[in-house]
C-alpha cells in the first residue's frame, strides 16, 4: 500500500484482557515508531524500532506493554493484562533515513476502549 | 527534558482571514520541527516540515517559520477557509539517534462560514 497501515481500527476490550494492534509501515521504510494519544492529553512516544538495532523503548509506560518488529516491516504492540487507563489511540508512524528529512507518516490509528 | 507548548488552544474566526498559530518549545537542540493536521476521529496529516537548519516551509496557503534560538515556531494560514477547521499539531523532532516526536496539544480552529 501506499501508506501506513493499521488495524483494527477499533478496539474494544474488557479490563484484563491482552490486546495486539497491528502495524504494517510503508514499504522500505526503516524506522517504525509507536504513539498513544489518550483523552486530554498530547501524545506521547511509546517505542521506535530502527532496522536491526535494539528498539529504544524507553516510552513504554509499564511491563504490560511491549512490542516487536518481525522482519523489518509489520509491528505489533501488545498490551497485557489491560486497564482502563490504557484506553487511547495508538499511532504508528514509519520513516526513512534521509529522505524527506526523517519525515514521519502516519496510520489513522487505532483507538481502544477498556471498559 | 523537551517540552512543547502551543498558544492558543482553541481559535474561531470567521472565514478569509488569515491566522497564526503559535509552538514553542523549551530545548533548541532539534532536529526538525512537523506540523500536522487531525480531523476529529482522523489520523495526522503532515502539512509541513522543517529542518533544524532551516527558517521557513511554504505549502499553498500554509507558511510555518522556525526561530530555534528563540524556541519558537509559527504556522501562518492565509485566507482561512471552513475546510482548514481542524486540530493543529506541532511537533518537535529531537536530535539524536531516534528522531523521536515530541508534541503540543494542539490548537483547536474552526473557520465558520
Known amino acids: 500500500g501506499a501508506g501506513v497501515s493499521q488495524s483494527p481500527s477499533n478496539k474494544v476490550t474488557e479490563k484484563g484482557k491482552d490486546v495486539e494492534l497491528r502495524c504494517d509501515p510503508i514499504?522500505?521504510?526503516?524506522?517504525l515508531y509507536w504513539y498513544r494519544q489518550s483523552l486530554g492529553q498530547g501524545l506521547e512516544f511509546l517505542i521506535y524500532?530502527?532496522?536491526?538495532?535494539?528498539?529504544?523503548k524507553s516510552g513504554l509506560p509499564s511491563d504490560r506493554f511491549s512490542a516487536e518488529r518481525t522482519g523489518g516491516s509489520v509491528s505489533t504492540l501488545t498490551i497485557q493484562r489491560t486497564q482502563q487507563e490504557d484506553s487511547a489511540v495508538y499511532l504508528c508512524?514509519?520513516?526513512?533515513?534521509?529522505?524527506?528529512?526523517?519525515?514521519?507518516?502516519f496510520g489513522p490509528g487505532t483507538r481502544l476502549t477498556v471498559l | 527534558k523537551q517540552e512543547v507548548t502551543q498558544i492558543p488552544a482553541a481559535l474561531s474566526v470567521p472565514e478569509g482571514e488569515n491566522l497564526v498559530l503559535n509552538c514553542s518549545f523549551t530545548?533548541?537542540?532539534?532536529?526538525?520541527l512537523q506540523w500536522f493536521r487531525q480531523d476529529p476521529g482522523k489520523g495526522l496529516t503532515s502539512l509541513l516540515l522543517?529542518?533544524?537548519s532551516q527558517r521557513e516551509q511554504t505549502s499553498g496557503r500554509l507558511n510555518a517559520s522556525l526561530d530555534k534560538s528563540s524556541g519558537r515556531s509559527t504556522l501562518y494560514i492565509a485566507a482561512s477557509q471552513p475546510g482548514d477547521s481542524a486540530t493543529y499539531l506541532c511537533?518537535?523532532?529531537?536530535?539524536?539517534?531516534?528522531?523521536?516526536?515530541?508534541w503540543g496539544l494542539g490548537t483547536s480552529l474552526a473557520v465558520n462560514p
Open positions: 524500532f530502527q532496522g536491526n538495532s535494539a528498539p529504544d
Open positions: 522543517i529542518q533544524s
Open positions: 511537533a518537535v523532532g529531537l536530535a539524536g539517534n531516534n528522531r523521536k516526536l515530541i
Open positions: 530545548d533548541s537542540a532539534i532536529y526538525n
Open positions: 508512524a514509519s520513516s526513512l533515513a534521509g529522505v524527506r528529512h526523517n519525515e514521519q507518516f
Open positions: 514499504s522500505g521504510h526503516t524506522a
